[in-house]
């Protein structure tokens, strides 16, 4: 039987990236993979509003003659 990665889903709000490893765990605490405490949540960074692309609104008016 071929082995094959466990795939795991971790929200956002509880993603931490270690700063020593560069590893994401769901520990704010301590990192899963070195148990280093330099751990930096990622929603803050990566749980952006998604940006409105600005609508032209165009006036029609009555022509001006000279």
């Not at 930096?40 to 509003?49: K, Q, S, T, V, Y």
């Amino acid at each position: 039987m071929p082995l094959t990665p466990m795939l795991q889903h971790i929200p956002l709000t509880s993603a931490y990236l270690c700063q020593d490893c560069n590893c994401v765990g769901n520990c704010s605490v301590r990192c899963p993979a070195c148990a280093s405490q330099v751990l930096m949540g990622l929603a803050g960074i990566l749980d952006r509003e998604v940006e409105q692309i600005p609508q032209r609104h165009y006036a029609y008016g009555p022509a001006l003659v000279a």
